[in-house]
């Protein structure tokens, strides 16, 4: 398991070896930075990270290079091989797998266009590339012990800030006002930055999932959505707690109570070995009971990591395609339901998928505060 409070770098480039061996695959060429940096430690724009069954080499170019070797000494960094750019990086690519001797090398398909492709098909013409598809991703899906002890932390804190919405959502108060308060609490709280742009939806702006704030002025009868997140040392919390203003219609309570019996229901069938899609399905079969499924706009959940929203998608079945939770996975549980007109309602906590169940990173409380 190793030791929590270090990444575990040198078991997840075991891990990303094990799936090279399982393809097939004598090398593999990690371009898409966040996977750099799960792998190694790495957090630059640009870079190449070249796998092969025995060799870990870091393509950066000048204005890395000294930063990287050094990190590397320091222990910042996976102690690996940095081979630095002198003209191009298609040319370093293919000056680097021309000296690991391999015949064929892994892309991330997701990540390199095929203009790039092209390009390093030209530079390393004795290479065969073979398109692969979330190689890393995947492995990054399963949080080890080192990034758990992060997430569990930035649900703690999210929480914390969470029971300061009391103090600043209010009649009177600016959407934008009140985002500028949850946004200093964040950084308040210890988080670097927000970990996506915050959402203050009142009233008719509420209706939509994504609205972003306005200059609107919360008034009496309106619900409203926050929904915010945090980056803690690189990995992002997500969580959305509801607010009324004065009384709410009573179809504004039912669809609260509505969107709270699907959240429920959805961390009741969350368990390792479950499909993420029946865990949705069972938020939409609730949602749909009670009258509001014309309302649903997205997906029941998302998997959290150092991007706020990666694998698991916990989302309607995709044709050929079975998506399983494991034990380690930690993904946000979001029903949300919207109504033109009326307005809508979502509740998002962040939890760690275990074997019996799930543990709720989130603790602050889900009501309907009225203020
Ligand atoms: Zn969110
Ligand atoms: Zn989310």
Known sequence: MGDPSHPGWGRRLDRAREGLTQGHLPALVVSTPLNITYLCGFRGSSGLLVLTPDRTILIVDGRYASAARAGSLAGGLFPIEVYAVSDTYP???????????????????????VATLGVWQAAAPGVTFRATE?????????????????????????SQVATGLRSWVRAGRREREVAADINGALERAGFSEPAFP???ASG?????????PTDRRLEAGDLVVLDFGGLLDGYCGDLTRMFGIGQVSPTAWSLYEAVREAHAAALRAIRDG????????EARRVLTACGFGGG????????LGLEVHEAPRLGPAQPGRTERLQAGMVCTIEPGAYVEGLGGVRLEDDVLVTNEGCEVLTE??????IV
């Open 91 to 113: 040319r370093a690519l293919a000056t680097v797998l021309a000296d690991t001797g391999v015949a064929a090398a892994g892309f991330e398909a997701a990540q390199v266009t």
């Open 198 to 200: 915050t959402i203050v």
């Open 296 to 303: 649903i706009l997205h997906a029941t959940g998302h998997g």
């Open 204 to 212: 008719p702006n509420s209706a939509h999932p994504h609205a972003r």
């Open 364 to 369: 602050a409380s889900r009501d309907l505060f």
């Open 134 to 158: 979330g190689q890393i991703e995947r492995l990054r899906a399963i949080k080890d012990d080192h990034e758990i002890v992060i997430l569990r932390r930035a649900g703690k804190l999210l």
């Open 274 to 281: 479950v499909e993420a899609a029946s865990v949705d399905a």
